[in-house]
């Protein structure tokens, strides 16, 4: 005999309640008293009833569906924004669609926005860390409401990012104070925001305090790069000590720094960005600027649940500030 599928009205004879108490508690309607909800609930988990989202969002005209638009990636940083929005859609009772694509430009965005909304997402997260994706979320077209994740301020649309001008100027600034002449810096893909912010703050660190401003050497976030670009550091006698915008880059850095023989911290002090969490078992352990990538997903998307209910708020820009992790990969200049 095939097994039927419980309905509401199931539920509503075992709770000894009307069919509209049922779809009251379902839809978190107020001015249900706690033991009817409690025995909706109770009958619910008993019969293990699932509610039909397709005829639900007939009647109550919202689909409980948000979109996230990002980019076919498996860095560390994405990929943990991408948790962070799915846990807190959870927690605020809204289903997640992500759509991931190989290229941010204009035309790929829009036309990923659109498909959403064609699946009737109440609204969207746009995951924006490239300088493309910051100019497709400016000339967006949409009917639904729009957040930006790392997209800096460089757009009207709502936004949530890192203070990454801040994270490395502290980064500079702290190896400036242990005495270090300056600090050489190993900069991400130039067509990053991240990768400009914390450039910026290097520059603005070591301009401060009137520090020589070397050559920046550039890699891909990965670490091959850091690595390629440790042995070119290597060769110079007057490094002492790096910033590196990604702690990937640092692990590729550190390995190249081991391999020819120049100590870490006692000759050269490393420090990273994003603090992943591979940072506190590299030799040595990485000091490191910590930002949270989950925190970055959850505000954008209780910034996005926010705009559907219409709550009022005093700005459409969140920032959240990185914290300084001090490990062992770090020490005082030493005269030569």
């Known amino acids: 005999m095939e097994h039927r599928q419980p309905v509401m009205a199931d539920v509503a004879k075992l709770a000894g309640v ?14 249900v008293r706690p033991d009817t909800r409690d025995r909706v609930l109770a009958a619910i988990r008993e019969l293990d009833y699932r509610p039909n989202s397709a005829a639900r969002a007939l009647v109550t005209r919202r689909s409980q569906t948000l979109g996230v638009v990002s980019f076919d990636s498996t860095l560390y940083g994405p990929a943990s924004m991408l948790e962070g929005i799915e846990g807190a859609a959870r927690s605020a009772g809204y289903f997640v669609t992500v759509t991931s694509l190989r290229s941010l430009d204009g035309r790929s965005v829009q036309e990923a926005v659109d498909r959403l909304r064609d699946q009737g997402v109440e609204g969207v997260v746009v995951i924006a860390p490239q300088t493309s994706a910051v100019s497709a979320v400016a000339r967006l077209s949409s009917s639904v ?4 994740v790392g997209s800096g301020d460089q757009t009207q649309v709502p936004m949530v990012s890192v203070g990454n001008r801040a994270g490395a100027e502290a980064a500079t ?10 600090v050489h810096h190993l900069a991400g893909p130039a067509n990053w925001l991240e990768s400009q912010d914390r450039e910026d703050g ?4 070591l301009g401060s305090a009137g520090a020589p401003v070397p050559e920046v050497e550039r890699g891909d976030w990965s670490a091959r790069s850091g690595y390629q670009a440790g042995l070119r550091m290597a060769e ?5 000590a790096v910033f590196c915008a990604n702690d990937h880059m640092a692990l590729g850095l550190l390995r190249a720094l081991h391999e020819v023989g120049r100590s870490v911290p ?13 940072a506190a078992y590299f030799s ?10 989950g925190e970055l997903g ?19 820009h969140v920032q959240i500030s990185p914290e300084m992790v001090l490990r062992r990969s770090v020490g005082p200049a030493v005269r030569r």
Do not use: C, K, M
């Open 18 to 31: 009307s069919h509209q108490t049922v779809s009251r508690v379902l839809n978190g309607a107020p001015h």
């Open 145 to 148: 409401p729009l957040v930006a």
């Open 173 to 182: 600034g702290y190896l400036l104070d242990l005495g270090h002449p300056t």
């Open 202 to 205: 290097w520059r603005r660190a």
């Open 236 to 240: 110079l006698p007057d490094v002492t």
């Open 266 to 278: 006692e000759e050269i002090s490393v420090v990273g960005f994003d603090d992943i969490p591979e």
């Open 284 to 293: 040595p352990p990485l000091t490191t600027v910590r930002q949270d990538f």
């Open 298 to 316: 959850r505000r954008a998307l209780e910034l996005l649940v926010e705009e559907l209910e219409g709550v009022a708020h005093a700005a459409s």
